[in-house]
């Protein structure tokens, strides 16, 4: 595994041990998301949190705004109505996990924050509200994933023209990354945002080369579960793409990843146990 400065993430005070890779489980409050699996009725949040917990999630992802190409924009206080009351239900029957708000909304992240929120993960990296990260840095001991992404979900696939994508990705999060260091803010995990702006080539030259990202030593998350790189690559469905997120997350377990944001938790903690057998993890 890389040599990263901090293998823990302080989440309002309880102290996340990032040793060996964790599990992010997502759960979508949207009727759009481009997987129809991850879509979630209010009335099976608790079933659906209740299984990724036991098989093995450390974080559950919640999220109300789909970010797939094409999908339907949602006004902010839409957004809140639909994952505020989500982490309520989910902390009032699992008051012990560990849940992350997924959005690019300063508001929106503060409420869920208010509610019991503990970690944001903002598909924006930042950039599309510039509330993000002085809200990030008022708030206590709430780690803040930042993920690189140029537009916005609407424009994002024009915007996937890159010199070299590693390269110009590392730069990218590195002019965010200074900007939090510069606001006090130091948990932060980096995710290199596989399919936000990027075409599969592209995808696929960061995840062989994801390694590179050991040099900002922070944590790296990556979202690669049942994304359009492997469906279209293998000319399948994301409803058959379980098994080449498999595939994937190995080798991003392989190439350094800290934490896997995926649907299917269990298949997920299995290749990091399996992983976790190799000898140079000893």
Aim: glycine share 6%; net charge neutral; hydrophobic share 45%.
């Amino acid at each position: 595994m890389p040599k990263v400065t901090k293998k823990t993430l302080n989440c309002r005070g309880r102290l996340v041990d990032l040793t060996v890779p964790a599990v992010m489980g997502i759960l979508n409050v949207t009727p759009d998301s481009f997987f129809t699996g991850s879509r979630i009725a209010t009335d099976k949040v608790v079933e659906r949190a209740q299984k990724m917990l036991s098989d093995g999630a450390t974080f559950l992802d919640v999220g109300g705004y789909s970010t797939r190409p094409g999908a339907a924009q949602v006004s902010p206080s839409e957004e809140v109505d639909r994952v505020v009351p989500v982490i309520e239900t989910i902390l009032t029957h699992f008051p012990h996990s560990l849940i992350s708000i997924d959005t690019f909304r300063a508001s929106v992240a503060k409420q869920a924050v208010g509610v019991g929120a503990c970690l944001i993960n903002d598909v924006s990296g930042g950039t599309l509200d510039p509330a993000m990260f002085t809200t990030v840095a008022q708030l206590t001991d709430v780690p803040y994933v930042l993920m690189h992404l140029r537009g916005t979900p609407q424009t994002m696939q024009s915007k996937a023209t890159y010199t070299n994508v590693v390269t110009e990705v590392i730069d990218e999060l590195a002019i965010q990354l200074a900007k939090l260091r510069s606001l006090g803010v130091h948990d932060v995990l980096l995710d290199p945002g596989f399919g936000f702006a990027k075409t599969p080539a592209q995808n696929f030259k960061l995840l062989s080369q994801l390694d590179a990202f050991r040099l900002f030593d922070e944590p790296i998350l990556i979202g690669l579960s049942r994304k359009t790189t492997i469906w279209k690559t293998l000319g399948i469905t994301a409803e058959e793409a379980l098994n080449g997120t498999t595939v994937l997350n190995t080798i991003a377990i392989l190439k350094g990843a800290f934490v896997l944001r995926v649907h299917d938790v269990r298949e997920a903690v299995e290749a990091v146990k399996l992983t976790q057998q190799l000898t140079f993890f000893k």
